[in-house]
């Protein structure tokens, strides 16, 4: 017979992979062309009036996603930072992004270390195919002579998307950026000299999200050492 402690955990694996489904299967509708006349914007250029139902002032959506991250058990929490990892990773929901961020945020704040290994490594590895694909191509612009070739319509979309799981991940994730620092310098040197206007957006914005979560990580942090002996 299994004890209750077992029955419990059970029933919250169960609980917590049913309300990631459901996550996913909202976060896919709010993408879908029916909703796209309500929430229509671009990745990563939100403003206030383009925000969906899930985060109008009244929703709870945010306060649900950052309590899931929170109080999962560490093993539990592990297994539903993999699968929302492997969701984000396996599709572009462009106008889905601030949700998306969200998402990307609590799980940073959660396990830092756990969404840097399932979602800011692979994340990382799929920009740098973006960006040798963009460079093969043709698609940067050029220091002396100012041309380029446009990147598709496709292009600019996926690098967007993937730029914003980015710059949400930043603020919170802390040291674990140093472990990718050569590459994440790398892939914005080469994204903010792309020709499509959105991705040098998107870009900087990632930067400017670097540079708050490096500076903000220590003074955040100061009294982590107090409290633990307290």
Request: net charge negative.
């Amino acid at each position: 017979m299994k004890d209750d402690e077992d029955v419990l955990c059970e029933f919250t694996e169960a609980w917590a992979d049913e309300l990631l489904s459901r996550i996913f299967t909202i976060l896919e509708n709010v993408d879908s062309p029916e909703g796209g006349g309500e929430h229509s914007s671009h990745a990563g250029a939100a403003d206030e009036e383009d925000l969906s139902y899930l985060l109008n002032e009244n929703s709870m959506f945010r306060p649900l996603v950052e309590l899931l991250f929170a109080r999962l058990p560490e093993k539990m929490r592990q297994r539903a930072i993999k699968r929302t990892s492997k969701f984000l990773l396996g599709t572009t929901l462009s106008s889905a992004a601030p949700e998306a961020s969200i998402l990307c945020n609590a799980m940073a704040w959660a396990d830092p270390r756990s969404t840097s290994c399932y979602l800011l490594g692979p994340l990382i590895s799929l920009l740098e195919g973006e960006c040798d694909s963009m460079i093969n191509s043709g698609h940067q612009i050029d220091a002396d002579s100012g041309s380029s070739s446009q990147l598709s319509k496709v292009q600019e979309t996926t690098l967007s998307w993937k730029l914003c799981l980015l710059t949400s991940m930043f603020y919170h994730i802390g040291p674990e950026i140093l472990v990718y620092g050569d590459k994440i310098k790398q892939i914005l040197r080469t994204l903010l000299r792309s020709p499509s206007l959105t991705v040098q957006t998107n870009a900087g914005r990632a930067l400017s999200s670097l540079l708050i979560g490096l500076v903000s990580y220590y003074p955040m942090r100061q009294y982590e050492g107090i409290v633990s002996r307290t």
